[in-house]
């Protein structure tokens, strides 16, 4: 029993020792496998850190050549940051509206052609949205009214609250953008109707917070805009977005207050930016096509308030009504153009940079090889320090383009406008990844070739061939500039030709305030047009007697400015009519404006609305009536008024430089026989040294103190509306100049820099050139040559693209022919110059040196 208990006992205990043994070694080689990976984790990592610290180390001992890229770098990628911010936030980032995606914007093309684009009638709005099958609504709104009508200040309560932009709309406005108040309700379609209580008004977050600090408390209060109040229903939430980007208004009232606010606009069906909502499913085209075929069916009714020639289309309002818009879209566009290129010449420039330095430390990646060095810690020592570079000057890069962006919309014109200026994820991600790119590539291409080679390298500098790569960068960086610069030439020749334009008349050291009528004021059973013209009469009278002042005149179109309506025109006995600008000036106005009176007489305070009816023409009004004949003693039909003409005067320009001269009639400001329309559209012109600010402030007190029936509305100076007129044309020069002249700048410190490298590379041949007997001339010549064969093959290469943009860019200049020979001419001559500048630097400065010391060089 014992044995047999023993020899079954026996073989069960190695089985046992074998198990655990088992365990315990599997056991020890996860711990030795994680021992491993971590070790070898470790020593990947301590690698990379070890990189990086010799590369910041190497960085900062080569202090001028990290300044450089990072200054490169920062600049050009700040600058691109800046400018697709600004375009994203004004042009290309949708709405944060609920219904964004199916909103439309419904305009008229006034010729059939893709001409000027005019607003429907609020009128043909109502028609559409009833008709139309592809649009669920139809909203309207006015422009943005910047300031309360009464002393440009707004009333909450009793207590100022300073300028309140406004704006009417529709009562289903909110509904088409499928927005929800914060607190209380917003504007319905029964708030938009005579028969129901229209003194309501929905208020934005901010106007909220800055004067009720987000009480809910603050529905109900109430705010008086002139003679009427209205009370706060609803306050939006934070994140409505107005449908134009950069506008902002603070309060929204009902469209049918308008005709109690501003009387004197409510005759006819106004027009009004119009937005419509799709249908689930249904495209813009579609909406369009079927639109265009309800105008028509509404023109043969004759259904439509005032029918204008030319198609009805729906274009898509998804990302809004631009802040920028027309020629404003076209010079941010061409501004895009130009950072591209300089971005572009600036990664060029930095990669010349760092392949010349790539190329100067193959000897040094030579012998790290010589000495057991792998290829691959040789391109990642090199890549780390291009990373560090380029990450620094895309740092610097997001943080000018955080000042720059400001700056940006004020030379665009937008710096009173709300745009969110926060650079999104994809602005980010492009400008990084460029710049890290630029560093890659460059910094890896020289370590490339020298590691390819190896050993063969451990040799001086001097006997290495010329970097072909370098001299290929700056030729490109040449043609680009050269593109840049032939473009700025262009634009510079534009202004010059705009600014060279005769007006026609003297804009200097006018104010032209704008007033409006105030019918609490008027007493009742007056003529509106008779106790206007008397308060004019005593306003000028008044102003006259402000010191410094030489001359007031009142009239109704503001020139420069828009506002001065067309009317047919045509001789007593004629038939075939003329469409001429018609406005009321007063006996001041030519003399004040300094219109040089060409026959007959001006006006005189005697041309009232008791004499006979009169007008003046100007030169070309009088061309199209009576031909090469004097107008002088002719009657003339304009509208209906039939007028005899006394008098003739110079053309001027009313609209814009690039214009001609409009054909113009005259009617004195004293005869109201026009009816009421001028009433809307008074300007009071001041020739004065005085600030347009003073002179205002001025006015607007006599206005109170003087219980005019006027009240002030805006002011300007002529000469600011004149500027106005070609403002773009200004911001196109003046951007593409600065990225023209930051592209020259950056292609002489690429040509400075390359013939540097070469002089120093050259060194000993040169000092034996020095030593035989060659002169300084002789030596900077030969230095010089090879930079400008550099430069000639630029530009070469970049000659028929500079005339491509000139073709392109022709239509935006004023009176610069496509293929300009004197802008491409002065841009080539510049480059050449600045090139050569850069290039006899380096050649002065070593003929000034010991040629014995360049013989002994190692």
Excluded at 69 to 84: C, K, M, N, Y
Excluded at 92 to 115: K, M, W, Y
Excluded at 591 to 615: C, H, S, Y
Aim: with cysteine; charged share 20%; net charge positive.
């Amino acid at each position: 029993m014992w044995s047999r208990r023993r020899s079954t006992s026996q073989p069960a205990k190695p089985e046992r020792r074998s198990g655990r043994v088992g365990e315990r070694t599997r056991e020890a080689l996860v711990i030795a496998r994680r021992q491993t990976t971590r070790q070898a984790l470790h020593v990947y990592l301590a690698g990379w850190w070890r990189d990086v610290r010799y590369s910041a180390r190497v960085l900062v001992r080569a202090k001028l050549l990290t300044i450089s890229v990072i200054a490169i770098l920062g600049i050009a990628a700040g600058a691109s940051t800046a400018v697709f911010t600004v375009l994203d936030a004004t042009i290309f980032r949708p709405l944060h509206l609920p219904n964004a995606s199916r909103l439309v914007r419904l305009e008229i093309l006034a010729d059939g052609s893709g001409g000027e684009l005019i607003d429907p009638s609020y009128e043909d709005i109502r028609l559409l949205a009833e008709r139309s099958r592809t649009l669920s609504a139809v909203a309207g709104m006015t422009g943005i009214t910047a300031a309360a009508p009464v002393g440009n200040q707004s009333t909450l309560l009793g207590a100022d609250v300073g300028p309140a932009a406004f704006v009417f709309v529709t009562g289903n406005f909110f509904d088409v953008l499928g927005v929800r108040p914060q607190v209380g309700r917003t504007l319905r379609a029964s708030d938009d109707s005579v028969a129901a209580d229209y003194h309501v008004a929905v208020a934005t977050h901010r106007f909220w917070r800055d004067h009720f600090g987000l009480d809910p408390a603050a529905l109900g209060r109430t705010v008086r805009f002139a003679s009427l109040q209205f009370t706060i229903i609803g306050f939006l939430p934070e994140s409505f977005e107005y449908v134009q980007k950069g506008a902002s208004p603070a309060l929204y009232i009902p469209m049918i207050a308008r005709r109690y606010l501003f009387p004197e606009l409510s005759g006819g069906s106004p027009r009004l930016p119009a937005i419509g909502l799709l249908r689930p499913g249904t495209t813009v085209k579609a909406a369009s096509r079927e639109l265009d075929r309800l105008w028509n069916d509404l023109g043969n009714d004759h259904t439509v308030s005032e029918q204008i020639s030319g198609p009805l289309v729906a274009w898509d309002a998804s990302r809004g009504i631009a802040a920028i818009a027309g020629e404003d879209r076209i010079s941010t566009y061409l501004l895009t153009l130009a950072i591209g290129v300089t971005l572009l010449i600036a990664c060029l420039n930095v990669s010349c940079l760092l392949v010349a330095r790539g190329a100067s430390r193959r000897s040094e990646i030579a012998l790290r090889l010589a000495l057991g060095a792998r290829a691959g810690s040789i391109f990642r020592q090199c890549m780390v320090e291009s990373c560090l570079l380029t990450l620094a000057g895309g740092l610097v890069g997001l943080a000018l383009a955080a000042w720059s962006a400001p700056l940006l919309l004020t030379a665009l014109h937008l710096r009173h406008q709300v745009v969110d200026l926060n650079p999104d994820g994809r602005v980010l991600v492009f400008s990084l990844t460029l710049a890290l790119a630029t560093g890659l590539v460059s910094g890896l291409l020289p370590a490339f070739e020298a590691v390819k080679t190896g050993e063969r390298r451990l040799h001086r500098d001097e006997h290495l061939p010329a970097l072909r790569s370098v001299r290929a960068l700056i030729a490109a960086e040449v043609a680009l500039s050269l593109i840049l610069l032939a473009a700025a030439a262009m634009c510079l020749r534009g202004v010059a030709n705009l600014e060279s334009v005769p007006l026609g008349f003297n804009p200097q050291n006018i104010s032209v305030i704008r007033l409006f009528p105030d019918y609490e004021m008027f007493p009742t059973g007056v003529s509106y047009e008779r106790y206007l013209t008397a308060e004019a009469l005593r306003l000028r009278e008044d102003v006259s007697r402000i010191p410094e002042t030489t001359h007031v005149a009142f009239s109704t179109g503001r020139t420069f400015r828009g506002g001065a309506p067309d009317y047919d025109a045509r001789r007593v006995g004629a038939t075939a009519a003329t469409r001429v600008v018609s406005i009321h000036v007063d006996d001041n106005y030519f003399d004040l404006l300094q219109i040089p009176v060409m026959a007959g007489r001006a006006f005189t305070e005697n041309d009232n609305d008791g004499a006979q009816r009169v007008a003046v023409l100007s030169e070309s009004a009088a061309r199209r009536l009576f031909g090469k004949g004097s107008p002088v003693g002719h009657q003339i039909i304009v509208g209906a008024t039939t007028c005899t003409v006394v008098g003739l005067v110079g053309d001027i320009r009313r609209r814009s430089l690039k214009e001609g001269p409009a054909p113009t009639v005259y009617l004195p400001f004293w005869q109201p026989p026009a009816g009421r329309g001028w009433s809307a559209e008074t300007d009071v012109h001041v020739r004065t040294r005085r600030s347009v600010g003073d002179v205002a402030s001025i006015i607007d007190e006599r206005l109170h103190s003087g219980r005019y029936a006027l009240r002030l509305v805006d002011w300007s100076t002529l000469g600011q509306s004149v500027e106005a007129s070609y403002v773009d044309d200004r911001v196109r020069t003046q951007t593409t100049a600065f990225f023209a002249a930051a592209g020259l700048l950056l292609v002489a410190a690429g040509t400075y820099g390359l013939i540097a490298y070469s002089v120093a590379r050259r060194s000993r041949e040169i000092g034996v050139r020095i030593a035989v007997g060659a002169t300084s001339a002789q030596i900077v010549w030969l230095i010089l040559k090879e930079g400008m064969m550099l430069v000639g093959f630029g530009l070469a290469f970049g000659l028929p693209g500079a005339l491509a943009v000139s073709r392109s860019i022709s239509a935006l200049v004023f009176q610069v022919p496509p293929l300009d020979p004197i802008s491409n001419a002065t841009a080539v001559v510049v480059i050449v110059g600045v090139a050569a500048l850069a290039a006899a630097g380096p050649a002065w400065r070593f003929t000034r040196a010991n040629p014995v010391a360049h013989l002994r060089e190692e």
